[in-house]
């Protein structure tokens, strides 16, 4: 079946360092989604991708949609203590009138004040 | 207006035990899916919803786990015999489409513990 990868598997900063993430895949998707889980929460949508190259910004946050359809990363600048959480990538494809979504394994992501 | 809602949200059981986790996605929303995470790691699919179609049950791991959904709205999902290694988060999610843009909104989860 599909599988995601996500690297790096954790990440520790020091707070103002930018940050960068990427999530490969075996398949293609038509989406990608990009999450973010706080401990004891459900992860929350914060990008999402449509189009082959390209290129979307929530804020600090950047994301890009792989040419290849089976990439993507994320990079968050000037890193914060409250970004501190499990960031998802995700695959969305469109199958028989219904959205499938698959999540990588996650990057863990500390910052150092 | 309101998230998504999920109910216990903790839940201990014992082994062999039935449990029925409830959530209740955002309003007017139509699809609706069922995710699991153990401790430390990533989520698992288990189950989707999509109107009145046939739900995708491909991700549930055993014919202990089923879920129904009752009028497109709220969902239950119902495990029987519990095992420890049930022992999970269970998230539910409720998803739109607003001018093709996708949305999906993850309720608080509901932490199982089979002892």
């Known amino acids: 079946g599909q599988q995601l990868n996500q690297s790096p598997q954790s990440m520790f900063i020091q707070e103002g360092e930018d940050v960068s993430m990427n999530c490969t895949s075996s398949s293609i998707f038509n989406t990608w989604l990009w999450y973010k889980q706080e401990p004891g929460e459900g992860p929350v949508l914060l990008i999402a991708?449509?189009?082959?190259?390209e290129l979307t910004s929530n804020g600090r946050l950047t994301a890009q949609f792989g040419i290849t359809r089976k990439d993507s990363f994320l990079n968050i600048s000037a890193s914060i203590p409250s970004d501190v959480g499990i960031y998802f990538c995700?695959?969305?494809?469109?199958?028989?009138?219904?959205?499938?979504?698959?999540f990588g394994p996650g990057t863990s992501l500390s910052v150092i004040p | 207006g309101a998230g998504v809602s999920q109910s216990p949200s903790n839940k201990v059981t014992e082994k062999g035990k039935d449990v029925e986790l409830r959530c209740d996605p955002i309003?007017?929303?139509?699809?609706l899916y069922w995710y699991r995470q153990s401790l430390g790691q990533g989520l698992e699919f288990l189950i989707y919803f999509q109107g009145n179609s046939a739900p995708d049950k491909s991700g549930l791991p055993s014919d202990r786990f089923s879920a129904e959904r009752t009028g497109g709205s709220v969902s239950t999902l119902t495990i029987q015999r519990t095992q420890q290694e049930d022992s999970a988060v269970y998230l539910c999610?409720?998803?739109?489409?607003?001018?093709?843009?996708?949305?999906?909104?993850f309720g608080p989860g509901t932490r199982l513990t089979v002892t």
């Open positions: 309003s007017g929303h139509t699809a």
């Open positions: 991708l449509y189009k082959a190259g």
């Open positions: 999610a409720s998803s739109t489409r607003t001018s093709g843009a996708y949305e999906q909104y």
């Open positions: 995700a695959g969305l494809e469109w199958e028989t009138s219904y959205d499938k979504v698959i």
